[in-house]
């Protein structure tokens, strides 16, 4: 009986131990959850939700899209920051919670540049600044002069206070030494239709939501907010090419999880991320909403952006003196 014993307990530890390294090398071997800071129905989790039908095919898993929306983004953000780093709860981050909130909330949960361990980049959506036909300006140099010489009589749409369409006037009017003043909305939707009806004369928004307007004439379009020029409207310079070096606005996306992932876990998610969007029919996805592919996609240059976009709008928001709570 001892004999039977001990044979017993070797072959429940050895079982064990292939239990435990089964499951380690096995990784996922449950349902991944990819949490949007947003509620549902938006391009951010619309965004998602194609990512995580593909991710599927590439992890074994079924990837499932949580919608924890919330003060900008940062419930959902720092409930992944709060998560157990075992590569089960990821977050789709973009520019507010992953970059600007930090500076713009006094009390926020987590940090964007150390409460994560970056994933993927994916990419950005580009904005562009747009003005009702009624403003005297066609392009860059002429709306700057025309704003200078009418301090205050300019005004540009947001979709809310803090929100990068709020941010992108104060930098333009900072960089172009304007007064051009700022009226928030709730939305993208009522901004731009007060700007259609002349409420206001302009508008940084995303390019994707604004095309039907300037091809109809509703909309006269300035230059793009962004780095590069867009492949929608490829004669249109960027703001940078007519006077304002490193003017770059566009709101990026990218895939996050708790610190402390496991880097075999990050490398495997890193990879299946990449093959999802390098996938034809998630592409085409992507590019039909407007989203310029990030170049750069290791974890690394995932990180050293985000140091760099907190930065960048951390100054911005200092020197506005802005703040939400």
């Not at 001990?6 to 131990?17: E, P, S, V």
């Not at 924890?68 to 973009?94: C, H, M, Q, S, W």
């Not at 970059?99 to 987590?110: E, R």
Request: hydrophobic fraction near 40%; charged fraction near 15%; charge should be neutral.
């Amino acid at each position: 009986m001892p004999r039977m014993t001990l044979r017993r307990l070797g072959a429940a530890l050895a079982l064990g131990a292939c239990l435990i390294g089964g499951a380690q090398a096995a990784y996922p071997d449950h349902p991944v959850t990819l949490v949007v800071p947003f509620p549902p129905g938006g391009p951010t989790d619309a965004m998602a939700r194609r990512l995580a039908e593909g991710l599927k095919d590439q992890l074994g898993q079924t990837v499932v899209v949580e919608n924890r929306g919330g003060a900008g983004g940062n419930i959902g953000a720092e409930y992944v920051a709060r998560a157990k780093p075992d590569g089960y709860t990821l977050l789709f981050g973009t520019s507010g919670p992953l970059a600007i909130n930090v500076s713009l909330y006094k009390n926020q949960g987590y940090d964007p540049r150390t409460s994560f361990t970056p994933i993927v980049r994916i990419g950005h959506l580009p904005n562009i600044l747009v003005v009702h036909p009624s403003v005297p300006a066609h392009n860059e140099q002429e709306l700057i002069a025309y704003a200078r010489s009418h301090p205050e009589q300019l005004s540009y749409a947001s979709s809310g206070n803090g929100a990068s369409s709020h941010l992108a006037g104060v930098l333009f009017n900072n960089m172009a030494q304007t007064r051009i003043l700022h009226v928030p909305y709730k939305g993208t939707g009522p901004a731009l239709n007060d700007l259609v009806g002349g409420q206001v004369s302009m508008s940084f928004t995303d390019i994707l939501t604004a095309l039907p307007f300037v091809q109809s004439g509703k909309l006269r379009p300035i230059g793009l907010a962004s780095a590069e020029r867009s492949a929608s409207l490829p004669d249109l310079p960027t703001l940078a090419e007519q006077g304002l070096p490193g003017y770059d606005v566009s709101v990026f996306f990218g895939i996050v999880a708790p610190k402390g992932t496991p880097p075999e876990i990050v490398d495997k998610l890193n990879k299946a991320f990449i093959n999802t969007l390098d996938s034809a029919a998630v592409n085409e996805t992507l590019t039909r909403q407007g989203i310029v592919p990030a170049k750069e996609r290791s974890p690394q240059a995932l990180q050293t952006f985000i140091n760099e976009e907190v930065d960048k709008w951390g100054k911005v928001i200092h020197e506005a003196n802005i703040s939400i709570d």
